[in-house]
């Protein structure tokens, strides 16, 4: 069985050395996995439609990077807190939305495989820029496959991209790639990744959700 | 996914109470004023593809997951369902014209995920002439859709299977005769509608062959569309290029490509690929024929493309002084009384065509274009995509009038540039959401007051599952 692995020897990072803030957060948080569900779930009705939600609720829920500068330089995080209460009502942080998915081939997940990494995930706008829940903010996380021919590396990508899709806000677009150089086809990899309907209908397929299932079991 | 808006950002939910004027834009239009009018109900929650609307009956299409939901234009609710004929999610619908006998009828063929494109049928009851317009009005005047035959009259009558993979996009033939399909399987098919033409309408369904698959493109095939073979440019040149029939059709790749095809009628109705369009440097989404005759004239339609790199094309048809010559009255003639038909191959002119790129129209969107509406009354176009903008643009007319009569062109010399301005945008037009598909259509909302079934709209479908319609004022 080991020899089918496209890469059979991979460097694992122990659990311990991952850049994340679930363990370290902010101590008004409920719980480490609370911020995932809520942003699954969210509890409270998301201000889309300026006109059907008060200024209030505007002020209330409206996205606050405070934490910006935090002990591991996580900065493509967003908080999406309550500023009546000043407490955390949603929590999310890229990083850790990705980083638990499991890998199609090994029993390690994408991050300790480093193939998603911290300093390759951007957000454009800035969370600070963002003028409300309408405007657009981009995406993009920059994949390292393992080895550069791993054909496997469409299926990672679709993860990722099915995985950011389905935990952000609508307003969020999602661009997944594989780093410049990673990988023998990124060009060809890429564009598959960015084509909407060609992800719609891959999502359609019952082996491929399946696997999809797997690999995102570990997220929520 | 998060709930979805029912209020677009800039919603004014209240109709429009003196919708009168801009039934046509005046000759230079600067501005427009692009508002929300409430969107059809019921809100489809999911994703939803795209809305087609019927060429003449005030009813709209949606796909949307596996079904097909038929909005009436008149009240903007339901009018039926088509359900439980796909597998997977339908992508694409066609309203099938109306050919021989059939006109009792309403067709529709569906394009999904499964590979396969399914033909349907509504019978409307009695055989007098005009029972179909009657059957509409008189359902649309029902309280609220809720009644319980509601899904009774849509039938799964024919299942066209050939397709390796998802149908992205399919097109009727002006006259109905023949229908293209395309697919991920990077190949284009082409269907004849070979049913006997006094066919019974209890047999409604109909027998389709399969005609050509044109496998030339390197890429998914993301749209089809067939030229409007009617309007005066088509025929004048269809019947003075004898050895093509009437009948053009256009793809959009993945490849980054269009593709022209023609039927060669001296050889024996083979398809072939009359020319390459490059330019685009992403996806191409979309493909649209020029309808407004009247600005082109003699001239062959021009096509309009939509890509994933952001941007709106423009492409004519190089025509030589031979094509642009004034017509006899041959127009009908069609090739098969074609008198040149038995010529060998090698005595005939190319079949190769050249196509420029005459226009880039000023780009808007930040992100890929999936949609764009060329309207046939008022040649004012429309594009969205996946930023959620809605725009609206006009040529310029000015040059049009100095390169009049080919003043300006040498013979053979290129088609003439055209340049366009935007006339509006919205932002946000489904909240936060993508929107997937855009096209113009007639009011006949009662808050069209007198434009009633002339003054156009625009619709828009979005993944938020909200098909929302929009006014359009030009000033």
Redesign the interface.
């Known amino acids: 069985m080991e020899k089918d692995l496209e890469n059979a020897n991979p460097t694992i990072l122990s659990v311990s050395e991952l850049p994340s803030r679930r363990r370290k957060g902010p101590a008004a948080r409920t719980g480490p996995d609370a911020g995932c569900d809520k942003i699954v779930f969210?509890k409270h009705?998301?201000p889309?439609?300026?006109?059907?939600s008060s200024s209030d609720e505007d002020e209330d829920y409206a996205e606050e990077p405070l934490d910006e500068q935090d002990i591991y330089g996580t900065r493509p995080c967003l908080l999406f807190i309550s500023r009546r209460t000043r407490t955390f009502s949603n929590y999310a942080c890229l990083i850790d939305l990705i980083s638990p998915i499991s890998d199609p081939e090994h029993p390690h997940t994408l991050g300790q495989l480093s193939v998603v990494r911290l300093p390759d995930i951007h957000l454009t706008p800035s969370p600070r820029e963002v003028s409300g829940?309408?405007s657009?903010v981009t995406v993009r996380v920059d994949l390292t496959p393992t080895i550069n021919h791993c054909s496997l590396a469409t299926v990672i990508g679709l993860a990722v991209r099915c995985r950011l899709e389905r935990t952000l806000?609508?307003?969020y677009?999602v661009d997944v790639r594989m780093k410049p150089g990673s990988h023998d086809q990124d060009g060809q990899v890429n564009?598959q990744l960015?084509?909407?309907?060609?992800v719609?209908?891959a999502l359609?397929n019952d082996a491929l959700q399946a696997m999809m299932n797997k690999m995102l079991g570990a997220c929520d | 996914?998060?709930?979805p808006?029912?209020?677009?950002?800039t919603?004014d939910p209240q109709g429009p109470s003196a919708a009168t004027s801009a039934l046509r834009p005046p000759q230079q239009p600067h501005t427009a004023t692009i508002t929300p009018l409430p969107p059809f109900q019921p809100d489809l929650y999911h994703?939803a593809w795209s809305s087609i609307p019927h060429p003449s009956l005030p009813l709209l299409a949606t796909a949307h997951a596996k079904s097909v939901t038929v909005f009436s234009l008149s009240t903007f609710t339901k009018h039926s369902a088509l359900t439980g004929g796909h597998a997977?999610?339908v992508?694409t619908v066609a309203w099938q014209p109306p050919r021989g006998s059939n006109k009792k009828r309403l067709g529709l063929v569906t394009g999904s995920?499964d590979a396969t494109a399914g033909l349907w049928s509504y019978d409307v009851e009695g055989e007098r002439e005009g029972a179909l317009e009657r059957e509409v009005r008189l359902r649309d005047n029902d309280s609220d859709g809720d009644s319980p035959e509601d899904d009774r009259e849509w039938e799964f009558n024919l299942v066209l299977e050939g397709h390796e993979?998802?149908i992205?996009s399919l097109s009727f033939s002006p006259g109905g005769q023949f229908l293209a399909t395309c697919s991920?399987d990077k190949s284009v098919w082409i269907w004849e509608d070979v049913s006997p033409s006094d066919e019974d309408d209890d047999d409604a369904n109909g027998d389709w062959e399969t005609v050509a698959v044109l496998n030339e493109h390197e890429g998914?095939v993301?749209c089809v569309a067939w030229c409007p073979s009617r309007l005066p440019g088509a025929r004048a040149l269809a019947a003075r290029r004898r050895y093509y029939s009437a009948e053009c059709l256009a793809s959009a790749s993945?490849d980054n490509t269009v593709r022209i095809w023609r039927e060669d009628a001296a050889d024996g109705g083979e398809w072939t690929c009359v020319a390459v369009l490059e330019g685009h440097e992403g996806?191409v989404w979309q493909v649209q024929w020029e309808e407004a005759e009247q600005r082109r004239g003699k001239k062959f339609p021009r096509l309009m493309t939509c890509s994933?790199d952001g941007t709106i094309r423009v492409w004519s048809l190089k025509q030589d002084e031979d094509d642009e010559a004034e017509e006899g009255d041959q127009e009908e003639g069609g090739f098969n009384n074609n008198p040149f038909r038995g010529i060998p191959n090698t005595m005939r002119r190319s079949l190769r065509e050249e196509w420029e790129c005459t226009a880039v129209l000023p780009q808007v969107h930040?992100?890929?274009v999936?949609s764009i509406a060329w309207s046939a009354e008022t040649g004012l176009v429309a594009s969205t995509g996946?930023?959620?903008v809605i725009a609206l643009y006009a040529e310029e007319e000015a040059e049009e009038e100095e390169g009049k009569d080919g003043e300006n062109e040498t013979a053979g010399s290129s088609p003439p540039k055209t340049t366009w301005r935007v006339l509006g945008t919205v932002?946000?037009g489904h909240?936060?959401?993508?929107i997937n598909h855009i096209t113009w259509c007639k009011r006949f909302d009662p808050g069209a007051g007198e434009g009633r079934g002339k003054e156009e709209m625009l619709v828009t479908t979005g993944?938020?599952g909200v098909v929302r319609p929009w006014q359009v004022r030009i000033s």
Request: glycine fraction near 8%; aromatic fraction near 10%.
């Open positions: 969210p009705h998301w889309y439609g300026a006109t059907s829940s309408n657009l806000p609508p307003n677009r564009k960015g084509d909407k309907e060609r719609a209908a359609e | 996914m998060a709930t808006s029912t209020e677009a950002p919603a994703r997977r999610s992508r995920f993979n998802e992205k991920r998914d993301k993945y996806t994933a930040t992100r890929d999936y996946s930023d959620g932002t946000g909240g936060p959401y993508e993944d938020d």
